[in-house]
């Protein structure tokens, strides 16, 4: 461990002067450059499955699209479209000390750490096997097996909440990650700037990753924050930020592995600004008047994460399409057994209103 | 005289009070550009311009103290918070500043603030979108706790909740936003806060209510009308300051009584408003009080979501075990 890693079993935070010294002072500022090259030496295998991994998103969520439309799906539904290349690129540079927390543009967190595409649909259908039993729906989705501590409806409740786990991966000294996703809109919360101070006077070993879509729900980054270079946000408290394209899965590996390593080495917390755009509203009831259609169609056509890797992967003889169109089939019949169970899966008994509130009333 | 729907009274309303005065401004997530995720501000930017209908960023703290601050210094904010499940964090602005500026500037400053907020349930959105937080509101002191049933209701009780001198706490029931259906007649006419409206006469038992507990207060009366039981159906409307002379009195004539609403059983304000009529009515009761709540539990999915609410029908039972009580 790294000088400034924690001491176990201290009932107090650890002490800041024992570990003042500046969080790679290099890193301040100026190492705040924009968009690194992505330098991930991916192999093709590596490529191929964030591909598939990107894809499985992609179709999952468009599956979500339709069964929302068709009033198998209730309450408010957010769509993680466009976003792909952020979570996949993000989770492959984790191991499995490493744990996730995000808002409630969750779904996509979700396949891409592992949870089982059929209960995270059963989730959302509102049935017995979802991952809440049929209670959290879209925003509210736990899997203590995966690390992964949900799914929070509240703009900005990541970042408090995320930043208390880091802190128990390092009062327990291991060499656990947190990562911790939030949009732009988020990024203008109060709780946000409360939990950066203390993630870097405690060195906490998070990676506080804003998904900048550019939108916070129907208001544009512009209009809403005073500042849009959303990496440079923990500077005045000396946190290192770096800004990516996130559409590019291979940049975002590239920053993710730096992430990683700096927090793994007991520097503290991290700031990754992911340029991303969603495609589709802010939720399923947001006909997202407030962005022309063009806007949409240009970053689709011209920045899709998936297209971006498709053709590398093609152009670069990674793979041909044969093989693409084996992992096309093989998302289809996931998301299409998904779909299939998320409607067979039966509703929670009545009796499930009255549990967990408290363990016992 | 336009038929409109709820929202759309609010719209109305909101449009009219930023007419007639030029201090009322209009603040909130998606209020602007959107019109607000219910339509709720639609067109109002428009109109009146950047200056007064402002797209705030997601930060609902400083939107209500951003109010407080323009409220001490004469001006009319209309907050909007959109939903209830995201105004925990203004809590501590409205109790810790804006509920006791006036108490604490002895009067020499006041906060005139409406915050509005779409309340309740019944739109099948799991918690954070479903909530009732109105016992919390009215539990402060210096605080207006308003909540309309019906678009003209929704009108004139947002006017003069915006006219009002000290803050509001304004929560619209999402369910009735496009649901509810009514005439209104935009002359800028305004209700008067703190009175409760006796919607239906009766002399059996007294159905008390808010918000979209009204309607299905109003649906209970005419299933017991059929049994030949007269429900009066009272709209609470304004729950602080309480109009516990208008129960009080109906009480005294039916000496039954119903109260519903949304919130958990536990510290709902149905609660208040019981102790009332026992502190006040006690002798005329001929049966107990019944209250017909929403259960101590976060709400739950959609398809648990009916159980979960009182509706008509839970309303009637319990006015039949009134009537049946010996």
Known sequence: MAKSAPRAKSTTPPKTKSQAKPPGKALKSKTAAKVPAPTAVATSDRILRYYRDMLLIRRFEERVGQMYGMGLIGGFCHLYIGQEAVVVGLQAALGPEDQVITGYRDHGHMLAIGMEPKRVMAELTGRRDGYSKGKGGSMHMFSRAERFFGGHGIVGAPVPLGTGLAFAQRYQAGRGVTVCYFGDGASNQGQVYESFNMAELWKLPIIYVIENNQYAMGTSVKRASATVDLYRRGESFAIPGRQVDGMDVLAVRAAADEAVEWCRSGKGPMILEMKTYRYRGHSMSDPAKYRSREEVNKVRTEHDPIDQVRNRLLEGKLADEARLKAIDNEIREIVIAAAEFAQESPEPDVAELWTDVLEAI | MTEVNLVQAVNLALARAMEEDDHVLVLGEDVGIDGGVFRATDGLLRRFGAERVLDTPLAEGAIAGLSVGLGAQGFRPVAEIQFTGFIYPIIDQLASHAARLRNRTRGRLTCPMVVRSPCGGGIRAVEHHSESPE???????????????????????????????????????????????????????????????????????????WGAMVVEAL?????????????????????????TETIVASIGKTGRCVIAHEAPLTGGFGGEIAGRIAEQALFSLLAPIERIAGYDTVIPLPRLEQLYFPDASRIADAARRAMAYR
């Open chain 2, 135 to 209: 016992a919390m509101f009215a539990h402060i002191p210096g605080l207006r706790v308003v909540i309309p049933s019906s678009p003209r209701r929704a009108y004139g009780l947002l006017l003069a909740a915006i006219r009002d001198p000290d803050p509001v706490v304004f929560l619209e029931p999402t369910r009735l936003y496009r649901a509810a259906r009514g005439d209104v007649v935009d002359d800028g006419a305004a209700d008067i806060l703190g009175r409760c409206f006796v919607l239906r006469e009766g002399g059996d038992v007294t159905l008390i209510a």
């Open chain 2, 219 to 243: 649906a209970a009366a005419t299933a017991l009308e059929a049994e030949g039981v007269g429900a009066e159906v009272i709209d609470v409307a304004t729950l602080k300051p309480l109009d």
